[in-house]
């Protein structure tokens, strides 16, 4: 199975833009941006002009007092921080149709609300060796892809397209609607992970150790599956159980 490729030049570290008038500048030449801070109360033509930019951005948006842009620089910040990204932002509805021309069978992993950056580089590089062709993640509630996760991901962050969404319930639907199978890992269900069938055109759901998958996509997916435990500890780490039910995935498609 093989991956999509990016052409992208790596980075290594997240930027900050900050400035009013530098932000704006950078959403209009298309900077992928991780997420923008902008300090409570702020006013102004020029800020009212930024606000109506931020509709067409596929980024987090965070109200803050000043002194939380205080700490993340010391320079005239003039109310404003964007946080470029450190890769570069996919759309599945772009990515799904050339692994169908290319004659694969797709297989997407979905993470529905893991904010550890050491659970996103781990799950991504388990998902990079697994041949996963796209990771699809909330554009809130989604840990960043910082110094951090691309480390622990070995540079897998750099090499499989990552997919940013702010509905994951309507990107499952249109998934669905594209013929894929949506596989939620829960325990909410008495069905193994063995059951599915993989070697069909399927999305994986894991959700966070804390909460899980959101009930919306509970409700719509064609199987829930979970991981047989046996010992006395209950639970394993998400990264882990990714890596677990991927290769049950690679298992039945070899």
């Not at 692994?99 to 580089?121: A, F, H, Q, S």
């Not at 509970?218 to 159980?241: C, T």
């Amino acid at each position: 199975m093989e991956n999509l490729r990016r052409p992208s030049r790596p980075k290594e570290n997240n930027e900050f833009i900050f400035g009013i008038r530098a932000v704006i500048e950078a959403i209009k030449a298309g900077k992928d941006i991780e997420s923008i801070y902008i300090q409570r109360g702020l006013g102004g033509a020029v800020i009212l002009e930024l606000k109506a930019l931020l509709k067409e951005v596929d980024a987090p948006v965070h109200t803050v007092p000043v002194e939380k842009l205080n700490r993340m620089t010391q320079k005239n910040h003039q109310g404003v921080i964007a946080v470029i990204s450190a890769i570069t932002f996919q759309k599945i509805e772009d990515i799904i149709p050339v692994i169908y021309e290319k004659g694969e069978t797709p297989l997407v992993l979905i993470l529905d609300g893991i904010t550890d950056v050491r659970n996103m580089g781990a799950i991504a590089r388990t998902a990079a060796c697994a041949g996963v062709h796209a990771i699809i993640v909330p554009t809130k509630n989604s840990a960043q892809i910082n110094a951090d996760a691309i480390k622990t991901s070995a540079g897998a962050l750099f090499t499989i397209p990552v997919c940013r969404h702010p509905n994951l319930h309507k990107t499952a639907l249109f998934l669905q609607e594209c013929g894929l199978q949506i596989v939620a890992c829960t325990e909410k269900t008495n069905d193994l992970i063995y059951k599915p069938d993989y070697t069909v055109p399927t999305a994986i759901v894991m959700g966070a150790e804390d909460e899980g998958i959101s009930n919306e996509i509970i409700r719509m997916a064609n199987h829930l599956a979970k991981i047989p435990m046996i010992g006395e500890i209950s639970s394993l780490n998400v990264s882990v159980s990714a890596g677990v039910i991927l290769y049950e995935a690679i298992r039945q498609r070899s």
